[in-house]
């Protein structure tokens, strides 16, 4: 019985070593190398993706919380500089965050 046992088990070892062999020798062959940088490259893709993906939707998330739903809309409110609407001027862009007025009588 120990004999049995201890050949089937170096058989199987044997079968085991020789497929991991056989796969570590096809992974550096060109064809196998091919296969590796394209699923590489498709990983990437992916990654590329997935961060555009939640990019748009964190930037949806602050425009709604800013209530900047358009950014192409002028600002109502009191923000807004004059009352002119989007209808009147549509090239008319409000800076959220306009430059401080330059102090006259400074160096």
């Known amino acids: ?3 049995g ?3 089937v088990a170096g ?3 044997g079968v085991y070593v020789v497929v991991k062999a ?12 091919r296969d ?3 699923g590489l490259q498709v990983g990437a893709q992916l990654f590329a993706e997935e961060v555009r993906a939640g990019m748009s939707e964190r930037e949806a998330e602050l425009r ?5 739903l358009d950014p192409h809309r ?5 923000l807004a500089l004059d009352s002119t609407t989007e209808a009147d001027d549509p090239e008319r862009l409000i800076d959220p965050f306009p ?3 330059a102090l006259e009588g400074t160096h």
């Open 64 to 68: 709604e919380r800013f209530a900047l």
């Open 11 to 13: 058989a199987g070892a």
């Open 74 to 78: 002028a600002l109502d409110g009191p």
């Open 1 to 3: 019985m120990r004999r």
């Open 5 to 7: 046992f201890w050949f």
């Open 36 to 38: 590796r940088l394209e």
């Open 22 to 33: 056989r796969r570590a020798a096809e992974a550096f062959t060109p064809d196998g190398l």
């Open 99 to 101: 430059a401080p007025p």
